[in-house]
């Protein structure tokens, strides 16, 4: 089992920049993929970006592609979401998954285990 923490969102103006943090604890030894995925009201969860166990291989969405970028500190079992030039339609709840199985990585179905996920408002 894995348990993932997320913390680092808030309220910023269009423009702005956020780094989301996710600490994960339990089974850590495993080369899980991490990824963000948002969701916002009235929407269906998406994918945001993924990174693999060395952090060599990194997926994003095309909506954050440029903006975000997704890193990750194994010694310290927490992976980040660095998002710049923030705007309005990135308000959502940001989760943290990880995949122990490295398939479908940027469908929510390629993740056992999740966060409760951090509010992210951006203002116009």
């Known amino acids: 089992q894995v348990q993932l923490v997320e913390s680092g969102g808030g309220l910023v103006q269009a423009g702005g920049s956020l780094r989301l943090s996710c600490a994960a604890s339990g089974r850590t030894s495993r080369s899980y993929v991490m990824g963000w995925f948002r969701q916002a009201p009235g929407k269906e969860r998406e994918f945001v970006a993924a990174?693999?166990?060395?952090?060599?291989?990194?997926y994003y969405a095309d909506s954050g592609k440029g903006r975000f970028t997704i890193s990750r500190d194994n010694a310290k079992n927490t992976v980040y979401l660095q998002m710049n030039s923030l705007k309005p339609e990135d308000t959502a709840v940001y989760y943290c998954?990880?995949?122990?199985?490295?398939?479908?990585?940027?469908?929510?179905?390629?993740?056992?285990?999740w966060g409760q996920g951090t509010q992210v408002t951006v203002s116009s």
């Open positions: 998954a990880a995949s122990n199985s490295g398939v479908a990585v940027t469908h929510n179905y390629g993740y056992g285990y």
């Open positions: 990174i693999g166990w060395t952090g060599d291989s990194t």
